[in-house]
T-cell receptor, first 116, second 117 residues
Framework: AQSVAQPEDQVNVAEGNPLTVKCTYS??????LFWYVQYPNRGLQFLLK??????LVKGSYGFEAEFNKSQTSFHLKKPSALVSDSALYFC??????????????FGTGTKLQVIP | GAVVSQHPSRVICKSGTSVKIECRSL??????MFWYRQFPKQSLMLMAT?????????EQGVEKDKFLINHASLTLSTLTVTSAHPEDSSFYIC?????????????FGPGTRLTVL
């Protein structure tokens, strides 16, 4: 079974400060990891993914995430937060060795609030 | 980037009626489509996965006779909530994945807010 944990329901950060949204995962094989953002009453927008290669992945809107295999983490980061980054962020994982319909498991989401 | 549309974006219906939600991939062919349900302040719950031309695979606890899914073509999937009840009120999101890539990311529709009175 695969699972994702986002330990923080909400993260508050001042505009211009660096932000981190935490994510840890559990899979039996190698992980494919994803971050999505959701604005109110909207669907999810893809930010970035880790499949293989460099542990530091760069994505949309200045976001990046670092894959840490030993800590089974994939934290989302941004050097300088914007008010417009305020949204709900979901981490997701898929087991690279899974067959069938290759389901993605989502975390419970972290609400990011950037304070002006 | 790939675009997925959903129609309608918002629907209000009376209890006992059926509601159909359409999900379309606008600029790519989606061999696999997913339907999710999202409750307020909660994560996405996968309801079912469908491949074009075959029956949908439902997750445990999801009633397939109540949530009818038809993946008629490579660009269209529909979810019909039959005999809707107030507890079916939710935010329904579809997602599509392109063919040819095991790890291709999923592209999400904007969601449909269903309210059953």
């Amino acid at each position: 079974a695969q699972s994702v944990a986002q330990p923080e329901d909400q993260v508050n950060v001042a505009e211009g400060n660096p932000l981190t949204v935490k994510c840890t995962y559990s899979v039996s094989g190698n992980p494919y990891l994803f971050w999505y953002v959701q604005y109110p009453n909207r669907g999810l927008q893809f930010l970035l993914k880790y499949i293989t290669g460099d542990n530091l992945v760069k994505g949309s809107y200045g976001f990046e995430a670092e894959f840490n295999k030993s800590q089974t983490s994939f934290h989302l980061k941004k050097p300088s937060a914007l008010v417009s980054d305020s949204a709900l962020y979901f981490c997701a994982v898929r087991d690279a060795n899974s067959g069938g319909y290759q389901k993605v498991t989502f975390g419970t989401g972290t609400k990011l609030q950037v304070i002006p | 980037g790939a675009v997925v549309s959903q129609h309608p974006s918002r629907v209000i219906c009376k209890s006992g009626t059926s509601v159909k939600i359409e999900c379309r991939s606008l600029d790519f062919q989606a061999t696999t489509m997913f339907w999710y349900r999202q409750f307020p302040k909660q994560s996405l719950m996968l309801m079912a996965t469908s491949n074009e031309g075959s029956k949908a695979t439902y997750e445990q606890g999801v009633e397939k006779d109540k949530f009818l899914i038809n993946h008629a073509s490579l660009t269209l999937s529909t979810l019909t909530v039959t005999s809707a009840h107030p507890e079916d009120s939710s935010f329904y999101i579809c997602s599509a994945r392109t063919s040819g890539g095991f790890y291709n990311e999923q592209f999400f529709g904007p969601g449909t807010r269903l309210t059953v009175l």
